[in-house]
């Protein structure tokens, strides 16, 4: 449910965008009835008086959405808004293999086609320095813009934190402007065939040389249980940032390392230190024995799509990767998975990377209040609910609806998927440095692990690659 097939050619026309940005800014391109920004200040200033949600009645604002299960939920309640606020919705919605490219082309054009668009966190960091976002935290902050039943409180703080940002490299999130809020978010964790580890008698793995022993185990043994043609741990292995964030990041960031460091200000690229380059060869080394065979082509199709066939007895990634193979119905497994932590790092380590859908808006709209009182309802407590409880917006961003009645009673169904929620949700965060070279930093990674899974020494293929990040990044 990220982007999955996204690669760093998306990403290449930033530079050239992001330039084009600041001249359509010094022209006033895009700006409209309540754009104001910059050093005139926040548009969310001049909304004064008591909360009103019909404040904006009659308004039309227009949102770019990408084709996903939190969109179809948010559409099923749209009437739902316009009753409540007067203001009508218009939307385009794009599959993600090209979601994102339309998003960059609008935003760097400064037309303001769309006033408000799904985003991840690592978005920000390329939308935010060009300044193409709006800070929500003045709208936040202002109670003439923002009943009291939104309940900022009310959210994951981890979860809003990640879409935080003073828009330089290096520093960390949680702090400076809030470019989006998080709406909906996924955890990566170890989800299993609870049949296969009954008829081997097997446990899921609590550190992770008991995983890479499991992993062999599986792709040994399964066949002559009756599980023809299975291997042990699916993960990613494409040539793209997605195969380094989800189980890779997870596992490296609770074994205690770090892909940047950050020393006087300026960034150091740290996957090539001694203790990143012997975890990179066991994890290489892990696929190798018991990973798919045609590891280097995996999306996160495959690894989701090999659970629910039977094909693999383990996925190390998004809840939601497994959480989709696993309803009543829905694949051959159905009913036999279940999910677990994972690997512990040293010391108990629960270190979880994650993905956010956020919400954001645009910083050249011209009907920001209207917008404003879009994105709160969006993320608000009674659409979140309705969305978990009647659809499938499985991870809640918000703490009183992962404690809902009905929705643990929904979610009770799949075995542990409720238990490993409650245990990683506050060690998850974002495990990434904040840069601007992120897309491309992280694809290069995963090419260097495709090369040590290949057989090249761990040692020279990541000396060779921080180098070149380091005249990149720092």
Known sequence: ??????????????????????????????????????????????????????????????????????????????????????????????????????????????????????????????????GWLEDLGPWMRNASATGAE?????????????????????????????????????????????????????????????????????????????????????????????????????????????DFTVEDGRIKPAMNSPEAIAFTRDWADMVRKGGPPSWTSYTWYQCSGDLGAKKAGMLFDADTAAYFQAVEGASPASGKIAFHPGPKGPGGSLATNMWIWSLGMNARSGKKLPAWLFLQWATGKEHLLKGAVRYNHIDPVRQSVSQDAAYKDKMKAIPGFIDTFEKVVEHTKIQFTPQEQFFDATTSWAAALQEIYGGKNAASVLGGLASDLASKVG
């Not at 981890?158 to 935080?164: E, G, I, T």
């Not at 955890?187 to 446990?203: C, D, H, R």
Request: glycine letters at 12%; aromatic letters at 12%; hydrophobic letters at 40%.
């Open 150 to 258: 939104w309940d900022q409180a009310d959210f994951f703080p981890n979860l809003l934190q990640a879409d935080q940002w003073s828009l330089k490299a290096g520093a960390p999130l949680g702090q400076g402007g809030q470019y989006a809020l998080p709406w909906g978010w996924e955890t990566n964790v170890v989800a299993y065939n609870t049949e296969v580890f009954g008829k081997l008698g097997l446990k899921p793995a609590e550190t992770f040389d008991e995983l890479r022993e499991l992993a062999g185990a599986i792709k040994r043994r399964a066949p002559g249980a009756g599980f023809d043609g299975m291997y042990g741990v699916a993960v990613r292995g494409s040539r793209s940032w997605a195969t380094i964030h989800p189980g890779f990041m997870t596992m490296y960031a609770r074994s205690g390392l770090k």
């Open 1 to 130: 449910m990220d982007m999955r097939a996204y690669d760093r050619r998306r990403f290449l026309a930033l530079g050239a965008a992001a330039s084009a940005a600041g001249l359509l800014t010094a022209c006033g391109a895009g700006f409209g009835e309540d754009s104001k920004q910059g050093a005139d200040g926040s548009a969310a200033d001049d909304v004064t008086g008591s909360f009103d949600w019909k404040r904006a009645e009659g308004k039309t604002i227009k949102a770019l959405l990408n084709k996903h299960p939190y969109t179809d939920a948010l559409l099923a309640d749209l009437k739902s808004f316009t009753e409540k606020t007067g203001i009508k919705v218009e939307y385009d919605v794009f599959p993600e293999d090209n979601y994102f490219d339309k998003l960059t082309v609008d935003l760097s054009s400064g037309r303001a086609s769309y006033d408000v668009f799904m985003l991840g966190a690592y978005m920000v960091w390329q939308y935010g320095p060009p």
